[in-house]
């Protein structure tokens, strides 16, 4: 019984730390993550025209990169998500790469027919869900996120082309992977964690968290004895 | 020999009409394909060769997770075949094509059930349990299967794998085109959703054909004039495009003809309502009815 | 007719049953090492060989060697010549334990033996191996049927069950009554269904890899193979009662029974005549004999098929001093039936060849087991049979009674 409450009152107060905790949130994280989640229309037709005459028309319009006003995106719409949710999303830094390319029909390739659209509309309202009978021809959101930015990563040489160089792994829940008997002492747990993640015990062994061997010798009395650190006198081994 | 004669001219009599009507009723082979069948196009020239499908794959059909899974490129030392335990696999060729710094750049091939419009495989099961299914599928039912793996001997591709390790109830184990996931409205295969760029399009095969076409006109210089599977023993629901002959990709060189044509022919043409049988019976008949009446005359009968 | 067929009854225990016993006892484990550990824990197939000496030779010759009893029974039963009935018998029986061990051969090589009986009720029409298995299925039976009246003739008015099984006398008399009069009733329809039957799966059994045009080497692969399986098999039939005849006669020291032989030769030179100029027809109007001196084994074991298994033993049967001598027909005999035998192996083993995997196949060790079990059995069967029910029919060297085993 006793042992009941002692549990429940530490959950509320995990609880409440955790809602304290989200008081704060980062302005424009949640911007990108609200600018993420909009579906937009589908764009049916599209000018299939030189990239040249393209150009010119965002010149005469006076569109350039200056324009933006988004630092960066989130790459995590719904079009993707409904069908998988394997990795965590792209953040997309719009700003950087147009700075650096100067060319927004690198990536802005074709525009919509409908001229009171937007010259340089979002990827989403072209590439929507993939294989669209209507229009076998246009690729999905995921397949134009991958094929332009992989393509163009290759091309100059520049940026990451492995699936971990921009996304994040989906942490999996580990409510189920974890398999520890109530009351496990340090070491169970320790161990526990090496079933899977052994690298990262191998890694923790060559960090100074581990080899910090106390204050230096030299630094206290200019003794040569280590009396503290985790290699030594340590509180646990994890 | 006991032959009464009473019982023989009645059978006979059976056995001239059904003859002399059967023959005429063997008709020419005609393809059981169905009309609107869906597809895969693999596009080889956008495989970047992360082997997600793999991993898709195993997930949908609740496989074991394929070897080195997480981008090992060791994996591609070895060609892979499908087997029992991962219906798809995906392997490396180098053909000689240079990327832009003039490295050896890498083709990659998705291998499957290419899912024949006239699967040689269905002609050949001896109790049915391989049909083609009105929306492409070549479909394996377990239940009818004897594991004779005359299948296996008919397919072109070598693609049916076998359970030879389980003593009693091996089953034959290919790629089920994610049969339960595509009837379903809107339903993908597992490899097509995941696939990262879309080297895998699904969808109706006449659209991807046209679609494979298309790509190929845009852009003759990147893609060799051929779709596999277009033509190859008379038509697959999976389709290949490829900036690289399929020739140096292991794809096996086939025919036009329908695999089962051939032998569908002759059996249908021999045995179609069992004419040419009963025929022979009834010669065979006249010829020991004959013979026995000579020897009447003779001698007496020999027993059997 | 001199006399008529009778049991043997010689010593049954011989040394040579006893090498049988071995080899059936090797098969025997072999076998059950297939049921426990799986056809890949005793076999050399894989995904691209998924037959090999099971359905080559336990299978595919067993069916062509099997020929024996059908085209016999054609010849004495249907053609009226009475004159070959001595070796009816025995090639009905040949037939008979042929084709049981062919469905055992079966039972061994299909991974789901338990469910053999599915194709009866699930059809497919379109399947060579449908027809095939339907007509060996029907064809075994009738096999059987054709046989009752040798147990009858053996053992009615004579069934004398010892203690209390004396009870069920009185009903296997009756049964065997029963049995012999519907058995020669339906005698004439089941000689012509047997003959019937036999056409057609001996004739499919070569259509079956006609659904694999770019795995069989071009030098078998011909839309005619259903043919060429079809008179090989009329081809054969003779030649293989002539080789089993020789061997049995000879192993029991029998009337070796020329009288009968020689002129089943006569008929072989015209059946061989017109399975070799098929073959040689085909060869010539697909235009494949370019291959013949590729070298590979392939065309090598072709060459050996068709010039030791057809071609020197037909000119051997044409010469009419060969055809006279006991050791040249049986020579001629056992190289049309190493031929057969050879082009049932090349087309289903040799003549295989994967498009995509590299590698050939050559049969385990286990798989050799239990092909040479099961034909050691059906030996030892035959054996049996011969020494107690009437089949042989030869003039018998004096034996007394003592012999008999009981």
Redesign the interface.
């Known amino acids: 019984m006793i042992k009941k409450i002692v549990f429940y009152s530490g959950l509320m107060i995990l609880v409440a730390g955790l809602s304290m905790a989200q008081v704060w949130k980062a302005p424009d994280q949640e911007k990108a993550k609200e600018r993420a989640k909009e579906r937009v229309k589908f764009v049916k037709e599209y000018k299939n025209e030189d990239i040249i005459l393209h150009k010119m028309a965002l010149v005469e319009k006076g569109i350039t990169h200056k324009d933006i006003t988004e630092n960066y995106f989130l790459l995590d719409s719904p079009i993707i998500k409904e069908?998988?949710d394997?990795y965590g999303p792209v953040r997309f830094a719009h700003k950087r790469h147009a700075a650096l390319i100067e060319d927004c029909t690198a990536c802005h390739h074709y525009r919509p027919k409908d001229e009171s659209m937007s010259e340089t509309t979002r990827c989403s309202a072209c590439h929507q869900d993939?294989?669209n009978?209507e229009h076998?021809?246009r690729?999905?959101l995921?397949?134009a996120f991958?094929?332009q930015c992989?393509e163009c990563h290759?091309?100059k040489?520049d940026g990451p082309v492995?699936?971990t160089g921009c996304h994040l792994k989906n942490v999996p829940d580990h409510k189920d992977l974890v398999k520890l008997a109530d009351g496990a002492d340090a070491f169970e747990v320790t161990a526990e964690c090496l079933r899977c993640h052994d690298q990262a015990g191998e890694d923790m062994l060559k960090t100074a968290h581990w080899n910090w061997r106390g204050p230096s010798p030299f630094t206290v009395e200019h003794r040569k004895d280590v009396q503290h650190g985790k290699g030594t006198t340590a509180l646990n081994n994890y | 020999?006991?032959?009464?004669r009473r019982n023989?001219f009645k059978f006979m009599g059976v056995t001239g009409a059904s003859a002399a009507a059967a023959p005429s009723s063997a008709q020419a082979w005609q393809s059981k394909a169905p009309p609107d069948p869906y597809g895969c196009l693999v596009d080889l020239t956008?495989c970047?060769g992360?082997r997600?499908c793999e991993e898709?794959c195993a997930t949908v059909n609740k496989l074991p997770a394929p070897v080195k899974a997480t981008?090992d490129c060791t994996v591609f030392e070895k060609k892979r075949?499908p087997?029992v335990n991962a219906f798809t696999t995906v392997n490396r060729y180098f053909s000689g094509k240079l990327d832009?710094?003039d490295k050896p750049s890498p083709t990659y091939v998705k291998v499957q059930c290419m899912h024949c419009q006239d699967p040689?495989c269905?002609?050949?099961?001896?109790?049915?349990?391989i049909t083609k299914k009105e929306n492409g599928t070549v479909h394996y039912n377990v239940d009818?299967?004897?594991?004779?793996?005359?299948c296996?001997?008919?397919c072109?591709?070598?693609i049916?794998?076998?359970?030879?390790?389980?003593?009693?109830?091996?089953e034959v184990r290919k790629c089920t085109f994610c049969f339960d996931r595509i009837s379903k409205e809107g339903g993908?295969p597992g490899c097509?959703?995941?696939?990262?760029?879309?080297a895998i399009?699904?969808?109706?095969r006449e659209?991807?054909l046209?679609?494979a076409k298309?790509r190929i006109k845009s852009d003759p210089n990147k893609y060799v004039d051929h779709i596999y599977g277009e033509k190859e023993v008379g038509g697959t629901s999976w389709l290949y495009v490829s900036s690289v002959p399929f020739s140096k990709l292991?794809f096996?060189?086939?025919?036009e003809t329908p695999?089962?044509k051939?032998?569908?022919t002759?059996?249908?043409s021999?045995?179609s309502y069992l004419w040419s049988?009963i025929l022979?019976?009834g010669f065979?008949?006249g010829?020991?009815y004959?013979?026995?009446k000579?020897?009447e005359n003779t001698?007496d009968k020999?027993?059997? | 007719?001199d006399h008529k067929a009778s049991p043997l009854n010689r010593k049954f225990w011989t040394p040579g049953v006893y090498v049988m016993l071995v080899f059936m006892i090797a098969g025997f484990l072999a076998i059950l090492a297939?049921?426990?550990?799986?056809?890949?824990?005793v076999?050399n197939?894989?995904?691209?060989r998924?037959?090999g000496l099971w359905v080559g030779v336990d299978v595919a010759t067993g069916v062509a060697l099997a020929a024996g009893g059908f085209t016999t029974a054609?010849l004495?039963?249907?053609?009226?010549r009475?004159s070959y009935?001595p070796v009816?018998r025995p090639a009905l029986l040949t037939a008979m334990l042929g084709y049981t061990f062919v469905v055992l051969g079966?039972l061994v090589?299909?991974?789901?033996?338990?469910?053999?009986w599915?194709?009866v009720f699930?059809?497919?029409t379109?399947?060579?191996?449908?027809?095939v298995?339907m007509c060996v299925m029907v064809y075994l039976h009738v096999l059987y049927f054709?046989f009752i009246?040798i147990v009858v003739e053996q053992f009615k008015d004579k069934v004398r069950l010892p203690g209390i099984l004396e009870l069920l006398n009185g009903p296997i008399e009756m049964f065997l009554k029963v049995a012999d009069v519907v058995a020669?009733?339906m005698?004439?329809i089941l000689?012509?269904?047997g003959?019937?039957?036999s056409?057609?799966h001996q004739?499919?059994l070569g259509?079956?890899?006609?659904?694999?045009?770019?795995?069989i080497h071009p030098l078998w692969y011909t839309?005619i193979m259903?043919l060429l399986f079809l008179v090989s098999a009329f081809a054969v039939g003779y030649p293989m009662v002539v080789f089993e005849t020789t061997l049995v006669t000879s192993s029991f020291k029998l009337d070796s029974e020329m009288s009968i032989l020689t002129p089943l030769t006569r008929i072989t030179i015209f059946l061989l005549g017109l399975y070799m100029l098929l073959k040689f027809g085909d060869m010539f109007v697909r235009g494949t004999y370019v291959y013949l001196l590729d070298g590979t084994y392939q065309t090598n074991s072709f060459i050996v098929e068709v010039l030791f298994g057809i071609l020197v033993p037909w000119l051997m049967l044409v010469s009419t001093k060969i055809r006279q001598t006991r050791i040249g027909v049986f020579t001629a005999a056992t190289m049309i039936v190493f031929g057969v035998a050879l082009n049932r192996i090349n087309v289903f083993i040799v003549g295989y060849t994967?498009?995509?995997?590299e590698g050939g196949y050559f049969p385990s060790i286990v798989e050799i087991f239990v092909t040479l079990g099961l034909i050691a059995t059906l030996m030892f069967i035959y054996r049996f049979v011969v020494t107690f029910l009437p089949v042989l029919q030869a003039a018998p060297e004096p034996i007394t009674s003592e012999e008999v085993s009981s």
């Open positions: 069908r998988e394997h993939s294989f009978p076998p021809e690729i999905g995921k397949a991958h094929q992989t290759q091309e040489q492995t699936c | 020999m006991q032959l009464t023989f956008r970047i992360c997600k898709g981008c075949r087997d832009v710094l040689a269905v002609s050949a099961c001896i109790s049915g349990a009818r299967c004897i594991g004779c793996r005359y296996m001997v008919a072109p591709f070598e049916p794998a076998y359970e030879y390790h389980d003593p009693i109830t091996p993908l097509a959703t995941i696939c990262p760029v879309e399009t699904f969808g109706k659209t991807l046209k679609l298309q292991s096996p060189e086939l025919p695999s089962p051939l032998a569908e002759i059996q249908h021999l045995f049988p022979l019976f065979l008949g010829m020991m004959k013979f026995d000579k020897d001698q020999g027993g059997a | 007719m297939r049921f426990t550990g799986g056809i890949g824990y076999s197939l894989s995904a691209a998924p037959w054609a004495a039963h249907i053609f009226g009475h009935e009816i079966l090589d299909i991974g789901r033996s338990w469910a053999i599915k194709p699930f059809w497919n379109n399947s060579v191996l449908f027809e298995a054709e009246p020669s009733k005698m004439w000689i012509i269904l003959v019937v039957l056409c057609m004739s499919s259509s079956l890899m006609l659904i694999a045009p770019t795995k839309p259903p994967s498009p995509i995997t």
